[in-house]
């Protein structure tokens, strides 16, 4: 796909349902500038419930600008997810340690 492709007004139907229960059960302090609902993204694409395309132009705050869903990061949080599930420091020691769980260490 070199370029977006609308099909229906904006927000599309499916769009603007799902707009209205955010609007009904969100804060609004989560802000939103714009009506997008997204479905799904790759790469540089957004799709949205109606089938519409839109080209990504938007950014973040300690985001990788790899557009989304990128292979390399995809199989990055793939191989480390099966390695270990986070647990709190203090519960890494084993409970029979000299001096048992210390705080802090």
């Not at 799904?40 to 985001?63: Q, R, S």
């Not at 986070?86 to 001096?99: F, K, M």
Request: with cysteine; aromatic share 6%.
């Amino acid at each position: 796909m070199k370029f977006p492709d609308i099909k229906t007004n904006l927000p599309g139907p499916n769009a603007a349902a799902l707009i209205g229960v955010d609007r009904d059960h969100v804060s609004p302090s989560y802000t939103r500038i714009y009506p997008l609902v997204a479905e799904k993204a790759k790469g540089l694409w957004i799709h949205d419930p109606d089938g519409n395309i839109f080209l990504d132009f938007t950014a973040g705050i300690a985001v990788c600008a790899t557009g989304h869903c990128h292979p390399h990061v995809v199989n990055a949080i793939k191989k480390q997810a099966i390695l270990e599930t986070p647990v709190p420091r203090q519960l890494r020691q084993p409970l029979s340690s000299p001096g048992g769980i210390q705080n802090g260490s």
